[in-house]
């Protein structure tokens, strides 16, 4: 189970991302608003409990001043991967650095500005680390990328000049 909190309900259409990749692999997830500014009390006991409860990692994300991921990775031993959410100033560099500078000691994985994708896709490597079947989706996962990347090059040289990749051809 992996838990995926941020600080508003106003993150969730970026967030909904980490749970649309959980999905997409048969991963189990919760949800819930948990904000370090303002509820910090619950946000202590939900990190505190989480590896007791059977999380295994826990995706946070926040926008603005995000304090969220830090503070949750503060009082669990659990990994915590970090969501910088954009909002409508300063486009997630407030966020970003927010979460991306933590001191030594107490690592976040911060993810891209809005990445929750990836973060979910980081969530399920971490499980596959010790499940094969898991391990084998995300490689076929991998392989599947790598087929419709060559297929847009093939696409692109094809519109281009019908040259292969190296120019030959031309
Ligand atoms: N950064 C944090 C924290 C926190 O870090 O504890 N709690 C809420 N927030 C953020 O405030 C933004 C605005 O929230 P509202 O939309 O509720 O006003 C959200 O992006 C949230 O993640």
Not at 18 to 38: G, Q, T, W
Request: hydrophobic letters at 45%; a negative charge.
């Amino acid at each position: 189970m992996i838990g995926i909190v941020m600080g508003s309900d106003s993150d969730w259409p970026v967030m909904e991302e980490a749970a649309k990749a959980l999905d997409e692999f048969e991963v189990p997830y919760e949800v819930d608003v948990v904000s370090a500014h303002r509820m910090p009390r619950e946000m202590v006991a939900y990190g505190e409990n989480a590896a007791s409860r059977g999380l295994k990692a826990i995706i946070a994300g926040a926008g603005g001043a995000a304090h969220l991921p830090g503070m949750l990775a503060s009082v669990t031993p659990l990994p915590v991967i970090g969501v910088p959410v954009p909002l409508k100033y300063l486009d997630g560099m407030d966020s970003l650095l927010s979460i991306v500078q933590m001191p030594a000691g107490v690592p976040v994985a911060t993810v891209s500005i809005g990445g929750a994708r990836n973060a979910g896709l980081l969530a399920a490597r971490i499980l596959a680390a010790h499940d094969p079947g898991l391990q084998a989706r995300m490689c076929e996962f991998q392989d599947e990328l790598n087929a419709q990347a060559t297929e847009k090059g093939k696409r692109l040289r094809a519109k281009v000049d019908g040259a292969d990749a190296f120019g030959f051809g031309r």
